[in-house]
């Protein structure tokens, strides 16, 4: 159903524009850069190997997994009897709760069986190793691994029965697995006799972009530049506060502890409070207002607006916990 016009609000989509803007950073470059190398190492190796990607939820791991699927994209391979639609990579999520057969049922959907939740486990495993082998499949990237853990953090107890089966599909079908999930799946990797561990050596760890000094800037600056550079050309003549300040930087880190997912949001409600205020620049005002809507407040470092804060406040409050960080 559309909504009347007098409802739909014109700097939307505007807005929405500023999703398909990526910064890159060092942890994300290693990640990529990690994994990559590990795919093209496993096509040669006689075990594929395994890689494991962590960060906290909006971090920046599902936009990872898109980057590396388009490195892999299908290609229709001609042979002298037949054409084939290879899938070198493609990506699935851990269902909820988890099971062998739900998780064959998602991979054989990815990869186009006709009926994929059909047949006992082992039948669709069967189905599975062959059609991966078929569809000349490199990588399989598995996301949301936490789904995998109960609450407070513990194993499911389906986890042991999963992972074993994960590295046997390893073994089958000559394919390396990337797992993804938050970083409490790393004792996922610790249950059973120690092969899990083992096959799935290759670990990268997303960390929040940090803040720094005056004197030795952390990621975060470097970040939030570029990010608004982008910003401000995507918008068009708008201007962007001065993240070369590192008390902003501060401010932005104190709002987002240097979590990405959470650095975009705060910047594009702060967009739509000057648009929407017919403003032709972001102003510290316009943080303070996306603070004070509350998008940050699961990752905030102090309940108080970092925004309005007076210089003595921010040392207090940021600057001690930023000692902790380092
Ligand atoms: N490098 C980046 N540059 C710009 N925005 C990013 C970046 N990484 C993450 N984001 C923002 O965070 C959002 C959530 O990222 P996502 O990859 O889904 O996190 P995760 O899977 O770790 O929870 C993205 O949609 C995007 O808006
Ligand atoms: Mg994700």
Excluded at 125 to 147: A, M, P, W
Aim: net charge neutral; with cysteine; hydrophobic share 40%.
């Amino acid at each position: 159903m559309n909504l009347p016009n007098q409802f739909e609000n014109p700097y939307h989509s505007k807005v929405a524009a500023l999703d398909n803007i990526y910064v890159t950073h060092q942890s994300l470059v290693e990640a990529i850069n990690g994994i990559t190398e590990c795919i093209s190492w496993s096509r040669h190796s006689l075990e594929p190997k395994g890689a494991l990607l962590t960060g906290m939820g909006g971090a920046g791991k599902t936009t990872i997994c898109q980057f590396i699927l388009k490195r892999y994209p299908p290609v229709m391979v001609s042979t002298d009897d037949a054409h084939i639609n290879t899938v070198p990579a493609f990506y699935t999520s851990v269902p909820s709760p988890c099971g062998i057969k739900a998780l064959a049922s998602s991979m054989l959907d990815e990869l186009g069986d006709p009926s994929p939740g059909i047949g006992s486990a082992s039948a669709m495993t069967k189905r599975l190793c062959k059609l991966l082998v078929e569809c000349r499949t490199r990588v399989i990237i598995l996301d949301e691994l936490h789904h995998l853990l109960r609450t407070k953090g513990k194993v499911q107890g389906k986890a042991e029965e999963v992972c074993d089966w994960l590295k046997s599909l390893m073994n089958k079908a000559k394919v390396m697995i990337c797992l993804v999930g938050t970083p409490s799946c790393e004792s996922i990797l610790q249950c059973g006799d120690g092969q899990m561990s083992r096959r799935f050596s290759h670990r990268h760890h997303l960390r929040d972009l940090s803040c720094g000094t005056s004197d030795h800037p952390g990621e975060l600056a470097g970040f939030l530049q570029h990010l608004a550079a982008q910003y401000s050309l995507s918008l068009g003549s708008i201007a962007m506060p001065d993240f070369g300040s590192h008390k902003l930087v501060e401010q932005v880190w104190a709002a987002t502890s240097g979590r990405p997912s959470f650095i975009t949001l705060l910047l594009q409600k702060a967009v739509l409070s000057a648009l929407n205020g017919q403003r032709t620049s972001i102003t510290v005002g316009d943080l303070a207002a996306a603070f004070d809507s509350g998008v940050t407040i699961d990752v905030a470092q102090s309940t108080k607006n970092p925004f309005e804060m007076l210089n003595y406040e921010l040392k207090d409050s940021v600057l001690s916990k930023l000692r902790v960080q380092k």
